[in-house]
């Protein structure tokens, strides 16, 4: 049913679909909205057989997901920023007793200072956390994306997170395409889980396991999850039959055939720079973008593949890491690695910083004539951190 709705109601309405049995959640923004629609739908009985549970922190929030999963439940929970943090420790937890727990993260910066708008720090600090990873363009695709989540976490055996842009997106009403009911339960099947808590045949999990078996499980883990590769792909094909529309999938080519510069980038930038892209390409400028959408595990064979003609890439993204510079652009590099192809890293966004289209003309420019540096951060004020270095080198 298409419908002018906020992204966090879109995605509470897709959610919603799947059936849920459990919902555990704590509020913090920009993710409150989502949550805060669920549990309406919950008190409201238009959610059925469905438990809402309040908690007292993000920790005890996937807490409650790793047991109400491990019983067998459909579970949902929901976070963003220093909310995501706390709540780390079970993260890995859930990854590594394989239970199929879906989560929302509504990206937000990683503080301090305190920041409370959009960046993939949040995300992207779990990117090793052994939870398959899933970035939304748009409202209509996080919802899809949600409905898709359910199915390859239940399929795997494994966690998912589907992270969609802090305010850019879960705060921007615009026309959705919400998943009928119908369609989600010939799409989605009823959760029939790997391994069940029983209290009539009881068995152990996450017990303890020494050095001779450790590396063991670890690459069983790393093994289990590439199995995403294939099936991802497989899941978006047969959403796109049912829904008749395209949503998901690994990665998303534009006007990449043949293109000498292609740009890289995840999330809702990835509208900005397809606007800037239409605009150079009508002036005669060879150029492409590619979205990723899986990032977790990452599609090398496809980013490859997308790739293999280009002159030069340009990885945007909303996220670095501190005294070495790009996540995503390190493993583009790793995806091409026998290709002498340059890729130029561009750190943009952060800490909801717009990026604009006439930034992004300009860089894309300073690309053509190769004069981009390794790494870029974009609209940097340097006299402003020159002055600053100075200062505190003085002291």
Avoid at 128 to 140: H, K, M, P, R
Avoid at 190 to 218: C, H, K, W
Avoid at 331 to 344: C, G, L, M
Wanted: with cysteine.
């Amino acid at each position: 049913m298409l419908k002018q709705v906020e992204g966090s109601k879109a995605v509470a309405d897709a959610v919603a679909c799947c059936r849920p049995e459990v919902i555990c959640a704590y509020p913090i923004s920009p993710q409150t909205h989502i949550v805060e629609g669920l549990s309406r739908l919950v008190k409201a009985g238009e959610l059925k057989n469905c438990e809402f549970v309040n908690v007292e922190s993000e920790f005890a929030a996937m807490s409650v997901a790793i047991g109400s999963s491990a019983t067998g439940a459909r579970t949902y929970t929901a976070t963003a920023s220093q909310g995501l943090l706390f709540m780390v420790e079970a993260v890995f937890n859930a990854s590594g007793l394989g239970l199929p727990i879906v989560m929302t993260v509504a990206n937000r910066a990683i503080g301090g200072p305190i920041n409370i708008w959009n960046d993939h720090s949040d995300s992207m600090s779990q990117r090793d956390s052994g939870w398959i990873q899933l970035y939304a363009e748009t409202n209509q695709e996080a919802a899809d994306l949600h409905v898709q989540a359910f199915r390859i976490a239940e399929e795997l055996s494994l966690p998912v997170m589907v992270c969609m842009d802090g305010f850019i997106l879960t705060h921007a009403s615009e026309q959705v395409d919400i998943p009928e009911q119908e369609q989600v339960d010939a799409f989605l099947p009823p959760y029939l889980p790997r391994q069940v808590l029983n209290p009539d045949a009881p068995i152990s999990i996450g017990a303890m396991v020494g050095p001779e078996a450790f590396t063991e499980v670890r690459y069983m883990a790393h093994a289990k999850t590439l199995l995403a590769l294939e099936k991802i792909p497989k899941v978006a094909q047969d959403f796109e039959k049912i829904f008749h529309r395209t949503s998901g999938g690994l990665v998303r080519s534009y006007f990449c055939e043949g293109a000498e510069t292609v740009v890289v980038a995840l999330g809702s930038v990835l509208g900005t720079i397809k606007d800037v892209v239409d605009e150079l390409r009508e002036d005669g400028a060879s150029i492409g973008v590619l979205g990723i959408i899986t990032f977790r595990p990452f599609p090398f064979e496809a980013v490859k593949n997308a790739l293999k003609n280009a002159k030069r890439i340009v990885v945007i993204e909303k996220a670095f890491s501190v005294g070495i510079g790009g996540i995503v652009a390190e493993n583009i590099k790793t995806s091409i690695a026998d290709q002498a192809t340059p890729v130029y890293t561009v750190i943009a966004g952060l800490g909801g910083r717009p990026i604009t289209k006439t930034s992004l003309d300009a860089l894309f420019h300073r690309a053509f004539s190769d004069s981009l540096g390794p790494l870029t951060f974009l609209d940097l004020d340097q006299d402003l951190v020159n002055r600053e270095i100075i200062r505190e080198g003085s002291k």
